[in-house]
Protein backbone atom coordinates (compact mmCIF):
# COMPACT_ATOMS: atom_id res chain seq x y z
CA UNK A 1 0.00 0.00 0.00
CA UNK A 2 1.27 3.49 -0.61
CA UNK A 3 2.98 5.25 2.48
CA UNK A 4 3.17 8.73 1.73
CA UNK A 5 6.04 10.85 3.72
CA UNK A 6 7.33 13.84 3.90
CA UNK A 7 11.21 15.00 2.74
CA UNK A 8 11.65 15.42 6.22
CA UNK A 9 10.08 12.35 7.96
CA UNK A 10 12.01 10.58 4.57
CA UNK A 11 15.25 12.14 5.93
CA UNK A 12 15.37 11.30 9.92
CA UNK A 13 14.37 7.60 8.48
CA UNK A 14 17.60 7.32 6.82
CA UNK A 15 19.53 9.21 9.49
CA UNK A 16 18.35 6.30 11.58
CA UNK A 17 19.47 3.51 9.63
CA UNK A 18 22.76 5.09 8.54
CA UNK A 19 23.00 6.08 12.59
CA UNK A 20 22.67 2.51 13.90
CA UNK A 21 25.22 1.34 11.13
CA UNK A 22 27.97 3.12 12.85
CA UNK A 23 28.41 6.35 10.40
CA UNK A 24 29.28 9.29 12.15
CA UNK A 25 27.40 12.66 12.05
CA UNK A 26 29.78 14.31 9.21
CA UNK A 27 29.06 11.63 6.71
CA UNK A 28 25.34 11.53 7.32
CA UNK A 29 25.07 14.89 5.19
CA UNK A 30 26.95 13.65 2.44
CA UNK A 31 24.98 10.26 2.46
CA UNK A 32 21.49 12.20 2.37
CA UNK A 33 22.44 14.18 -0.49
CA UNK A 34 23.20 11.29 -2.74
CA UNK A 35 19.66 10.65 -2.83
CA UNK A 36 18.52 14.36 -4.11
CA UNK A 37 21.57 14.33 -6.87
CA UNK A 38 20.03 12.34 -9.67
CA UNK A 39 17.46 10.53 -10.54
CA UNK A 40 17.67 6.64 -12.03
CA UNK A 41 18.79 7.09 -15.61
CA UNK A 42 16.10 6.51 -18.17
CA UNK A 43 13.82 3.14 -18.30
CA UNK A 44 14.91 0.28 -16.77
CA UNK A 45 16.46 -2.61 -18.52
CA UNK A 46 14.41 -5.99 -19.13
CA UNK A 47 15.11 -7.89 -17.13
CA UNK A 48 12.89 -10.86 -18.04
CA UNK A 49 10.42 -10.44 -15.51
CA UNK A 50 6.71 -8.80 -15.93
CA UNK A 51 5.83 -5.66 -14.22
CA UNK A 52 2.51 -5.83 -13.43
CA UNK A 53 -0.07 -2.60 -12.64
CA UNK A 54 -3.68 -1.34 -12.30
CA UNK A 55 -4.70 1.54 -13.17
CA UNK A 56 -8.28 2.73 -12.26
CA UNK A 57 -10.04 6.37 -13.41
CA UNK A 58 -12.75 7.69 -12.26
CA UNK A 59 -14.37 10.19 -14.63
CA UNK A 60 -17.27 12.26 -13.19
CA UNK A 61 -18.95 14.97 -15.40
CA UNK A 62 -21.07 17.62 -14.53
CA UNK A 63 -22.61 20.32 -16.30
CA UNK A 64 -21.27 24.12 -16.22
CA UNK A 65 -23.40 25.28 -13.01
CA UNK A 66 -21.93 22.46 -10.87
CA UNK A 67 -25.50 19.82 -11.32
CA UNK A 68 -24.19 16.11 -11.44
CA UNK A 69 -24.73 14.38 -14.34
CA UNK A 70 -22.78 10.85 -14.99
CA UNK A 71 -19.51 8.92 -13.51
CA UNK A 72 -17.80 6.34 -15.13
CA UNK A 73 -15.40 4.05 -14.01
CA UNK A 74 -12.33 2.42 -15.96
CA UNK A 75 -9.54 -0.06 -14.87
CA UNK A 76 -6.93 -2.63 -16.51
CA UNK A 77 -4.46 -4.82 -15.55
CA UNK A 78 -1.06 -3.26 -17.50
CA UNK A 79 2.17 -5.31 -17.59
CA UNK A 80 5.50 -4.18 -19.35
CA UNK A 81 8.79 -6.89 -19.66
CA UNK A 82 7.68 -8.66 -22.67
CA UNK A 83 9.95 -9.84 -25.11
CA UNK A 84 11.12 -6.91 -27.52
CA UNK A 85 9.94 -4.32 -25.55
CA UNK A 86 6.32 -4.99 -25.72
CA UNK A 87 3.56 -4.43 -22.93
CA UNK A 88 0.03 -5.74 -22.87
CA UNK A 89 -3.64 -5.05 -21.02
CA UNK A 90 -5.77 -7.65 -20.03
CA UNK A 91 -8.96 -7.40 -17.52
CA UNK A 92 -10.28 -3.96 -18.35
CA UNK A 93 -13.31 -3.26 -17.37
CA UNK A 94 -15.90 0.56 -17.46
CA UNK A 95 -18.65 1.06 -15.58
CA UNK A 96 -20.88 4.13 -15.27
CA UNK A 97 -23.02 5.51 -12.31
CA UNK A 98 -25.88 7.92 -12.57
CA UNK A 99 -25.60 8.81 -8.80
CA UNK A 100 -22.81 10.65 -7.34
CA UNK A 101 -22.63 8.82 -4.10
CA UNK A 102 -23.90 5.43 -5.08
CA UNK A 103 -22.25 2.37 -6.32
CA UNK A 104 -20.84 1.49 -9.45
CA UNK A 105 -22.85 -1.37 -12.00
CA UNK A 106 -20.66 -4.22 -12.22
CA UNK A 107 -19.34 -3.20 -15.34
CA UNK A 108 -18.82 -4.76 -18.86
CA UNK A 109 -15.40 -6.60 -19.96
CA UNK A 110 -13.77 -4.96 -22.91
CA UNK A 111 -12.72 -8.03 -25.46
CA UNK A 112 -11.14 -6.09 -27.21
CA UNK A 113 -8.53 -5.16 -25.02
CA UNK A 114 -7.68 -8.61 -23.86
CA UNK A 115 -3.99 -9.24 -24.30
CA UNK A 116 -3.67 -6.31 -26.82
CA UNK A 117 0.21 -5.82 -26.95
CA UNK A 118 2.14 -3.16 -28.80
CA UNK A 119 5.35 -0.92 -27.78
CA UNK A 120 4.66 2.29 -26.53
CA UNK A 121 6.04 4.70 -28.58
CA UNK A 122 4.42 7.26 -31.22
CA UNK A 123 2.87 4.51 -33.07
CA UNK A 124 -0.29 3.77 -30.76
CA UNK A 125 -1.22 7.13 -32.17
CA UNK A 126 -1.92 5.28 -35.45
CA UNK A 127 -5.24 4.26 -36.66
CA UNK A 128 -4.05 0.80 -37.58
CA UNK A 129 -3.67 0.45 -33.65
CA UNK A 130 -7.23 0.83 -32.89
CA UNK A 131 -8.76 -1.46 -36.04
CA UNK A 132 -10.24 -4.01 -33.40
CA UNK A 133 -11.97 -1.54 -31.14
CA UNK A 134 -15.59 -0.84 -31.50
CA UNK A 135 -16.64 2.47 -32.98
CA UNK A 136 -19.12 3.55 -29.74
CA UNK A 137 -17.51 6.91 -28.20
CA UNK A 138 -17.12 4.48 -25.07
CA UNK A 139 -13.75 3.38 -26.42
CA UNK A 140 -12.38 6.15 -25.87
CA UNK A 141 -12.16 5.17 -22.35
CA UNK A 142 -9.96 2.28 -23.50
CA UNK A 143 -7.69 4.50 -25.16
CA UNK A 144 -6.56 6.80 -22.80
CA UNK A 145 -5.40 4.14 -20.40
CA UNK A 146 -2.62 2.93 -23.26
CA UNK A 147 -2.31 6.65 -24.04
CA UNK A 148 -2.19 7.80 -20.29
CA UNK A 149 0.02 4.88 -19.18
CA UNK A 150 2.92 6.19 -21.82
CA UNK A 151 2.39 9.24 -20.83
CA UNK A 152 3.44 8.78 -17.16
CA UNK A 153 5.97 6.18 -17.87
CA UNK A 154 7.47 8.79 -20.60
CA UNK A 155 7.50 11.59 -17.82
CA UNK A 156 9.00 9.42 -14.97
CA UNK A 157 11.99 8.05 -17.53
CA UNK A 158 12.50 10.16 -20.78
CA UNK A 159 13.86 13.39 -19.15
CA UNK A 160 15.82 12.10 -15.89
CA UNK A 161 19.14 13.01 -16.82
CA UNK A 162 17.71 16.69 -17.27
CA UNK A 163 16.20 17.42 -14.46
CA UNK A 164 17.58 19.17 -11.31
CA UNK A 165 15.75 19.53 -7.51
CA UNK A 166 13.09 21.83 -7.03
CA UNK A 167 13.82 22.91 -10.52
CA UNK A 168 10.76 23.66 -13.03
CA UNK A 169 11.89 21.84 -16.32
CA UNK A 170 9.94 22.48 -19.59
CA UNK A 171 9.39 19.91 -22.58
CA UNK A 172 10.45 21.47 -25.39
CA UNK A 173 9.83 18.62 -27.54
CA UNK A 174 6.52 17.66 -27.20
CA UNK A 175 4.12 20.13 -28.31
CA UNK A 176 1.93 21.14 -31.30
CA UNK A 177 -1.26 19.54 -32.59
CA UNK A 178 -1.32 16.03 -33.39
CA UNK A 179 -3.49 13.51 -34.56
CA UNK A 180 -5.31 10.85 -32.43
CA UNK A 181 -6.09 7.87 -34.53
CA UNK A 182 -8.26 9.33 -36.52
CA UNK A 183 -10.97 10.32 -33.91
CA UNK A 184 -9.50 13.99 -33.30
CA UNK A 185 -6.98 16.37 -32.08
CA UNK A 186 -4.90 17.04 -29.33
CA UNK A 187 -2.78 20.11 -28.95
CA UNK A 188 -0.17 20.41 -26.17
CA UNK A 189 0.19 24.22 -25.24
CA UNK A 190 3.22 23.53 -22.18
CA UNK A 191 4.48 20.61 -20.16
CA UNK A 192 6.59 20.98 -17.00
CA UNK A 193 8.00 18.87 -14.78
CA UNK A 194 9.91 18.92 -11.50
CA UNK A 195 11.94 16.50 -9.26
CA UNK A 196 10.50 17.35 -5.75
CA UNK A 197 12.26 14.80 -3.14
CA UNK A 198 12.27 11.19 -2.17
CA UNK A 199 9.47 9.37 -0.67
CA UNK A 200 8.60 6.10 0.62
CA UNK A 201 5.76 3.74 -1.22
CA UNK A 202 5.76 0.00 -1.41
CA UNK A 203 8.80 -0.25 1.45
CA UNK A 204 11.14 1.21 -1.01
CA UNK A 205 12.74 4.54 -1.35
CA UNK A 206 11.55 6.54 -4.24
CA UNK A 207 12.31 9.66 -6.45
CA UNK A 208 9.16 12.16 -6.74
CA UNK A 209 8.45 13.78 -10.35
CA UNK A 210 5.47 15.41 -10.61
CA UNK A 211 4.15 17.31 -13.83
CA UNK A 212 1.54 19.49 -15.24
CA UNK A 213 0.12 20.48 -18.62
CA UNK A 214 -2.32 23.34 -19.34
CA UNK A 215 -4.63 24.78 -21.38
CA UNK A 216 -4.51 21.99 -24.24
CA UNK A 217 -7.17 21.60 -26.75
CA UNK A 218 -8.86 18.91 -27.79
CA UNK A 219 -11.39 17.86 -30.75
CA UNK A 220 -12.80 14.70 -30.96
CA UNK A 221 -15.41 13.34 -33.39
CA UNK A 222 -16.46 9.57 -32.74
CA UNK A 223 -19.84 8.67 -34.64
CA UNK A 224 -22.76 10.70 -34.12
CA UNK A 225 -20.61 12.88 -31.47
CA UNK A 226 -18.59 15.39 -31.83
CA UNK A 227 -16.94 17.94 -28.96
CA UNK A 228 -14.13 20.45 -28.59
CA UNK A 229 -12.84 22.04 -25.87
CA UNK A 230 -9.88 22.15 -23.33
CA UNK A 231 -7.92 20.50 -20.66
CA UNK A 232 -5.42 20.55 -18.15
CA UNK A 233 -3.91 17.44 -16.63
CA UNK A 234 -1.49 16.73 -13.65
CA UNK A 235 0.22 14.31 -11.50
CA UNK A 236 2.95 12.28 -9.53
CA UNK A 237 4.90 9.86 -9.99
CA UNK A 238 7.07 7.78 -7.14
CA UNK A 239 10.34 5.87 -9.07
CA UNK A 240 11.94 3.57 -6.99
CA UNK A 241 15.76 4.87 -6.70
CA UNK A 242 16.95 1.16 -6.56
CA UNK A 243 15.38 -0.37 -9.74
CA UNK A 244 14.10 2.48 -11.63
CA UNK A 245 10.45 1.14 -11.76
CA UNK A 246 7.63 3.02 -11.08
CA UNK A 247 6.11 2.22 -7.83
CA UNK A 248 2.98 4.04 -8.04
CA UNK A 249 1.53 6.95 -10.23
CA UNK A 250 -1.58 9.58 -9.73
CA UNK A 251 -3.38 11.09 -12.31
CA UNK A 252 -5.37 14.68 -12.45
CA UNK A 253 -7.61 16.36 -15.15
CA UNK A 254 -10.10 18.83 -15.77
CA UNK A 255 -11.94 19.19 -19.24
CA UNK A 256 -14.44 21.66 -20.46
CA UNK A 257 -16.14 20.74 -23.97
CA UNK A 258 -18.90 21.63 -26.04
CA UNK A 259 -20.89 18.48 -27.24
CA UNK A 260 -22.79 18.33 -30.16
CA UNK A 261 -24.98 15.20 -31.05
CA UNK A 262 -26.53 14.32 -34.34
CA UNK A 263 -29.96 14.57 -34.14
CA UNK A 264 -29.90 17.17 -30.76
CA UNK A 265 -31.30 20.67 -31.53
CA UNK A 266 -29.05 22.13 -29.00
CA UNK A 267 -25.12 22.13 -28.42
CA UNK A 268 -24.67 21.83 -24.67
CA UNK A 269 -21.16 22.02 -21.92
CA UNK A 270 -20.07 19.62 -20.15
CA UNK A 271 -17.14 19.64 -17.31
CA UNK A 272 -15.27 16.30 -16.57
CA UNK A 273 -12.64 16.07 -13.42
CA UNK A 274 -10.99 12.52 -13.93
CA UNK A 275 -9.20 11.02 -11.02
CA UNK A 276 -6.55 8.24 -11.90
CA UNK A 277 -4.06 6.26 -10.12
CA UNK A 278 -1.92 3.09 -11.24
CA UNK A 279 -0.94 0.98 -8.31
CA UNK A 280 1.89 -2.10 -8.09
CA UNK A 281 0.64 -5.08 -7.77
CA UNK A 282 3.49 -6.83 -8.88
Sequence with gaps: MKKNITAM?????????????????????????????????????????????????????????GNFTRKTKVIGDYRRGHENGYVSWNNVYIANSDKLTG?????????????????PTSGILDESTFKDFPSSPENVFARNLMWDMMAIENFAWAYSDSLQLNKKYVIRDIGGEFNMAEIGTYEHSDIQLCRTGISMINNKLCAVVEYRAID??????????????????WGTTWISLETGQIEYAEMYSGTIQEIEISGLKDKFLVKTIRELWVERIN
Excluded at 218 to 227: V, Y
Aim: glycine fraction near 8%; hydrophobic fraction near 30%; proline fraction near 3%.
Design 9 to 65: VSGLMIISVLATSGICSGQISAEIEKYFEKLPSGEPKNDGSLQTYRMTAIYLNRDLY
Design 216 to 233: NKIELSIGTMKTRGTEQY
Design 103 to 119: PFTEGNRQDYMENIKYI
